[in-house]
């Protein structure tokens, strides 16, 4: 879904959205969300430290990938911004990357082949945007080993052409093994988050980040937004879904559902989030603001 908003709508007078376009896709199927699905006691194990994305996972980044290439969306894109964790990196480079990898091609690939258990085939540098690994926009902190990332180090030997500039550790000292991000501290994260996006030269620009950090940044907007606007932007995600954020006429005048939106899930599957308790809350609300 498009959700036309402009920045009146937030209460928070520091966010200024400038940018004409703002493409947020939640990541595709992770082995985390299958387990989680079942049992949500599954995101406490270390089976799944910085999960990877299932074959059903790369399935969704396939029916992406091509969505975004028929809508015209590929060749608008000026910057991808991906949350540093396995599952967020592959849905990125899978869906915004280049095509397949020659060994002949004078650049290293974006991603290796078999990156994060997958059987996917290494990734082109070919015909496509930077890609930039920003710390503010990955999932909730701590707690969950699914949540936490691996080293840069070990990073750039997967994912060669990632500029990992600004993430400022090797190794990962956000996440705490007994304490848990709280959801008001995501949503300033992602606050944060947006701000930074401000300082960016690119008008056009795809984020690949978490259920998380999108449902408790988005509940910042739309309190005082026309009802379908406000129910727009607070929806939960599904696995590889991506919605389009503009500046638009606050009346919503007009409003209707564009091509470029792609409703995630395809093909289906468990995509329960590592947040889910959080998740589920704003999940409760939007359904009962939807009555």
Known sequence: MECHFIKECTTHEDIRIQYEN????????G?????GEK????YLSYEFVDASLTPLGWQQVNQLR??????????????????????????????????????????????????GKSDRTAISTSNYPPIVAVEYCREGVGLNPCDKRKSVS?????????????????????WKPDIREKEYEIAARGRAFLNWLLTRKEKEIAIVTHSGLLI????????????FIRN??????ANCELRSFVISDRSAIGTSVPVTDFPGCVPTGPDAPSDNDGVENIRNEYALATK
Not at 22 to 29: I, M, N, T, Y
Not at 31 to 35: D, K, L, Q, T
Not at 154 to 174: A, G, N, R
Not at 232 to 237: A, G, L, T, V, Y
Request: net charge negative; glycine share 8%; proline share 6%.
């Open 22 to 29: 703002s493409l947020k896709v939640r990541h595709a199927q």
């Open 31 to 35: 082995y985390h969300n299958v387990a």
């Open 39 to 42: 049992d949500d006691k599954a």
């Open 66 to 115: 091509t969505h975004v290439a028929n809508s015209g969306l590929a060749s608008s894109i000026e910057l991808v911004v991906t949350s540093p964790l396995t599952r967020t990196m592959q849905t990125a480079l899978g869906v915004f990357g280049g095509g397949g990898y020659i060994d002949s091609d004078s650049s290293p690939p974006l991603m290796v082949a078999g990156s």
């Open 154 to 174: 070990e990073y750039k030997t997967l994912f060669p052409s990632i500029d990992f500039s600004l993430v400022e550790t090797d190794e990962d000292v956000l």
């Open 216 to 227: 408790h940044t988005l509940a910042l907007f739309g309190k005082d937004c026309h009802p």
């Open 232 to 237: 727009e932007i607070h929806k939960p995600f």
